[in-house]
């Protein structure tokens, strides 16, 4: 069993930076795969980002790719989402997601597929 924890979420203005963090519980963090999902208000739960278990291989959608950059740091059982240049279509609920072992690249955006989620933290991007 793996809990998810994230933090870093808050208000901030259109072109503006947040840095969330999902810290981890247990000892095999550096064997899961780890991802990012959102949330938006009246909308369905989408992919953001996704990082394998040594941080080598690292994938994004297309909206955020360029602006996003997910790492992870496997003695501190944390992953990260920097999120730059913040526009107000990012505002949503973030979530944390892991998956206990690899993730074909054609599973990784299929939330199903993951098995831990955090909890969530809300990001809000004011115009």
């Given at each position: 069993q793996v809990?998810?924890?994230e933090s870093g979420g808050g208000l901030v203005q259109a072109g503006g930076s947040l840095r969330l963090s999902c810290a981890?519980?247990?000892?095999?963090f550096s064997?899961?795969?780890?991802g990012w999902f959102r949330q938006a208000p009246g909308k369905e739960r989408e992919f953001v980002a996704?990082?394998?278990w040594s941080g080598d291989s690292t994938y994004y959608a297309d909206s955020v790719k360029g602006r996003f950059t997910i790492s992870r740091d496997n003695a501190k059982?944390?992953?990260y989402l920097q999120m730059n240049s913040l526009k107000p279509e990012d505002t949503a609920v973030y979530y944390c997601a892991a998956?206990?072992?690899p993730l074909h690249a054609s599973s990784r955006l299929r939330e199903e597929k993951y098995d831990f989620w955090g909890q969530g933290t809300q990001v809000?991007?004011?115009s």
């Amino acid at each position: 069993q793996v809990q998810l924890v994230e933090s870093g979420g808050g208000l901030v203005q259109a072109g503006g930076s947040l840095r969330l963090s999902c810290a981890a519980s247990g000892r095999t963090f550096s064997s899961y795969f780890m991802g990012w999902f959102r949330q938006a208000p009246g909308k369905e739960r989408e992919f953001v980002a996704s990082i394998d278990w040594s941080g080598d291989s690292t994938y994004y959608a297309d909206s955020v790719k360029g602006r996003f950059t997910i790492s992870r740091d496997n003695a501190k059982n944390t992953v990260y989402l920097q999120m730059n240049s913040l526009k107000p279509e990012d505002t949503a609920v973030y979530y944390c997601a892991a998956r206990g072992g690899p993730l074909h690249a054609s599973s990784r955006l299929r939330e199903e597929k993951y098995d831990f989620w955090g909890q969530g933290t809300q990001v809000t991007v004011s115009s």
